[in-house]
C-alpha cells in the first residue's frame, strides 16, 4: 500500500519531473558535443596542392584549418624537388575540418637501383631490360665488332659501369655495340610524327638523336609537346640507307599545312 501511494504523491511526480529535465539535458549536451566535435554540418574545400612546395602546402592546409601527413614520395625529375605531386581527398572535395590530407612529394634525391646486367645480350634485349628497370636510352656507340648490335658494354656520364652498380633510376645510359661488317640502316619515316614517338622510332632503328629544331609556330611547352616533324635529315627514302649510330636531325612544327605538304612530298618521292 505504501507504494501504491508513494506512485500518486506530489513527490513521486516532482522527482519525475525532475529525472525527465536532467535525462534531456544530458541528452542535449551529448548531442552538442558529438556535433561540435565531427564538425557537423561543416565543409571545407580542400585547396589545390598540386605542384607546391612543402612549405607552401603546409600553410594553405593550416590556413584551411585541415591536417596534412607525407603518406609517400616518388622521384619525377621534370618537377622541383620535394614539390606535391598527388593528394588526397584531391583538389576542391568538401571535407570537415582538421581532415588529414594524404600527400605524396617528390623525392630529393632519384632512387638508386642495382644496374642490370647488359653485355652480350642484343640492343633489343638490352632496350627492354633498360626500360623495365626505369632507365632511360642515351647515345648509341658503335665499334669495330664482328656481331652486330651486341652490347660490349654499357656507360653512364661517360664511364663504363657494370652489373650491380647502384645508379639513379631513370638516367640516361650509353650503350657501345659492335658495328658488325657493311651493316646499313633503313632510315624511318618520321613525317607526322611527335617528338618521343620519332625518339623511340630513331633509337629502335639503331641510330642517334641529332639536332632538334622548332619552327616559329612553337611558342611553349604544350605547343612543343603536340609539334610534329615537318623534315628530317636522311629523308626517308626506299633505298636511302645509313651507317649505324648516325644522327638523325628533326625540325618540328603545330602548323597543319607544313606537315600535310611534307607528308604529300615524301609520297610523291616514293611513287617516281
Not at 507504494?3 to 549536451?29: D, N, V
Not at 605531386?85 to 594524404?102: C, E, G, H, W
Not at 642484343?122 to 636510352?137: D, H, M, P, V, W
Not at 622510332?201 to 612543343?224: A, K, M, T, Y
Request: glycine share 6%; hydrophobic share 35%; net charge positive.
Amino acid at each position: 500500500m505504501r507504494l501504491k501511494q508513494f506512485f500518486k504523491s506530489k513527490s513521486f511526480y516532482k522527482h519525475l519531473g525532475l529525472s525527465i529535465i536532467i535525462g534531456a539535458a544530458l541528452i542535449w549536451i551529448t548531442l552538442q558535443s558529438l556535433s561540435f566535435y565531427t564538425n557537423h554540418g561543416e565543409e571545407i574545400q580542400v585547396p589545390n596542392l598540386y605542384n607546391l612546395s612543402i612549405d607552401e602546402g603546409k600553410s594553405l592546409i593550416e590556413e584551411n584549418k585541415l591536417r596534412y601527413t607525407i603518406y609517400d614520395s616518388v622521384y619525377n625529375s621534370k618537377l622541383p624537388a620535394g614539390c606535391i605531386l598527388d593528394q588526397s581527398p584531391k583538389a576542391n572535395a568538401l571535407v570537415k575540418r582538421n581532415r588529414t590530407i594524404f600527400l605524396t612529394i617528390n623525392s630529393l634525391k632519384p632512387e638508386q637501383v642495382r644496374f642490370p646486367n647488359l653485355v652480350d645480350n642484343s640492343f633489343r634485349q638490352a632496350y627492354e631490360i633498360l626500360i623495365t628497370n626505369g632507365f632511360k636510352i642515351g647515345k648509341l656507340d658503335y665499334v669495330d665488332y664482328d656481331y652486330y648490335n651486341l652490347v660490349l658494354y654499357p656507360k653512364f656520364g661517360g664511364d663504363s659501369i657494370k652489373h650491380g652498380d647502384l645508379i639513379d633510376k631513370g638516367s640516361r645510359i650509353d650503350l657501345v655495340l659492335g658495328k658488325g661488317k657493311n651493316i646499313r640502316i633503313q632510315t624511318p619515316e618520321l613525317i607526322g610524327k611527335n617528338y618521343d614517338d620519332s625518339k623511340e622510332r630513331i633509337i629502335l632503328s639503331s641510330l642517334n638523336i641529332g639536332r632538334v629544331s622548332f619552327d616559329s609556330s612553337v611558342l611553349n611547352l604544350s605547343d612543343s609537346l603536340n609539334a610534329q616533324v615537318y623534315q628530317q635529315s636522311h629523308a626517308y627514302e626506299e633505298n636511302s640507307k645509313i651507317a649505324p649510330g648516325s644522327r638523325i636531325n628533326l625540325w618540328l612544327t603545330t602548323d597543319s599545312i607544313k606537315i600535310k605538304d611534307a607528308k604529300a612530298y615524301i609520297k610523291n618521292q616514293l611513287l617516281k
